[in-house]
């Protein structure tokens, strides 16, 4: 089965803690693009970030980061110096061939103050 | 990035009632959309996909008949729940990609529709 795995179920962490979500994925495709999104309690889906297959450089967007390797095929999202407003449920996901997003289980974060 | 919009954000009905959510992309046309649906503390599961000018395709276990989606426009599809019971209480979101091709790209959400029956 094509899953997207994301282990962590629920992460407190303080903050101006860096914190790390994991998220593991299998596919038998050779192309495949993979996703992260942020629902924060409002409900929205915020669009975080889109990487296909062939992109294996690692991105930093403010501070965001995501490490992606395809020999381990994971797609981990990495939070530096955390805020509150990163309180949310993140979902990794990936596109399937029917062009819809197939997700992950989300792991719910909770930066204390 | 693109936007679409949903209406309502909150609707309450009585058991039996038939409820209809609009799903519109407002800077873009799109055509195919995605249904989804999340209940409490869990992921987003797909119900459908929404077709303009043709029949909506649906995931496996959701029942078409009780799920009427119409794909009016280039620009709106409705999801509507005929016949609410509480089973059917949850969070529906229906997201588009920007392009009109329908390929990999980004999909955009809107902002979810929360339905409560009673």
């Known amino acids: 089965a094509q899953k997207v795995t994301q282990a962590q179920t629920e992460i407190s962490v303080v903050e101006k803690e860096d914190v790390t979500l994991d998220c593991v994925y299998e596919t038998r495709d050779t192309t495949y693009y993979l996703f992260w999104y942020k629902q924060p309690p409002s409900g929205e889906l915020v669009f975080l970030i889109r990487?296909?297959?062939?992109?294996?450089q690692n991105e930093i967007s403010g501070r965001y980061s995501w490490n992606f390797q395809k020999s381990t095929s994971s797609f981990n999202f990495t939070i530096t110096a955390s805020q509150v407003v990163d309180s949310a449920v993140y979902f990794c996901a990936r596109i399937t061939g029917a062009n819809n997003l197939f997700f992950g289980t989300g792991t719910r974060l909770t930066v204390i103050p | 990035g693109a936007v679409v919009s949903q209406h309502p954000s909150w609707v309450i009905c009585k058991s039996g009632t038939s409820v209809k959510i609009e799903c519109r992309s407002l800077d873009f046309q799109a055509t195919t959309m995605f249904w989804y649906r999340q209940f409490p503390k869990q992921s987003l599961m797909l119900m459908a996909t929404?077709?303009?000018?043709?029949?909506?395709?649906?995931e496996q276990g959701v029942e078409k008949d009780k799920f009427l989606i119409n794909h009016a426009s280039l620009t709106l599809s409705t999801l509507t729940v005929t016949s609410a019971h509480p089973e059917d209480s949850s969070f529906y979101i229906c997201s588009a990609p920007e392009s009109p091709t329908s390929g990999q790209e980004t999909q955009y959400f809107g902002p979810g529709t929360r339905l409560l029956v009673l």
């Open positions: 929404s077709n303009e000018g043709s029949k909506a395709t649906y």
């Open positions: 990487r296909n297959s062939f992109d294996e």
